[in-house]
């Protein structure tokens, strides 16, 4: 039997406790998950080379996780991954319709690749990257919203004499 294989793709910028969540969730549902980071698609305040080391930090525990950046059509990076699943993180309603969207593009691209959705943890479901950003650019403290190495990461982007 071959191993299950998924792909968590996303822009991880930053990756947040709820992104941990469902890694740690999906590692323990399949054999391997690659966690893959996008390298283009939309401006970014963290270049591809440091998401990738932010998720690496966060979830280098995990045996059978992979961190990798990604560019391309993500059913034939996954296809060069052997997955055969592609992991989503859901939060709200508005998550799901897009997701639906996505979900229904990438089975007529790659009909043989499989969805699964996972909610993150209720203490975690109302967390985003963009939410942890803007707090960050305002000086808010995220320890409790995101891995040390990111708050430390928000910590130092931050220009001297912000909030």
Known sequence: ????????????????RGHVDVVRRGAALFDR??????????????????RVALV?????????????????LLVE?????GARA??????????????LRMLQMNRHLAPELETVFLAPAVE???VSST?????????GDLTDLVPPAVA??????????TR
Do not use: C, I
Not at 57 to 67: I, K, P
Not at 77 to 81: I, M, P, T
């Open 131 to 139: 939410l942890v950003r803007e707090v960050s650019a305002l000086g």
């Open 33 to 50: 998950l690659v966690v893959a980071v996008a390298v283009g698609g939309k401006t970014t305040w963290f270049p591809v080379e440091e």
């Open 152 to 161: 430390a990461a928000l910590a130092r982007r931050r220009a001297p004499g």
């Open 1 to 16: 039997m071959s191993d299950r294989v998924a792909l968590f793709p996303g822009t991880f910028d930053p990756v947040t």
């Open 77 to 81: 990076f996954a296809r060069r991954h």
């Open 124 to 126: 975690w479901a109302y």
């Open 86 to 99: 592609l992991l989503r993180g859901v939060r709200t309603y508005q998550d799901w319709e897009y997701e």
């Open 56 to 72: 690496r930090a966060a979830v280098g525990d995990l045996r059978n996780v992979e961190v990798v950046p990604f560019d391309g």
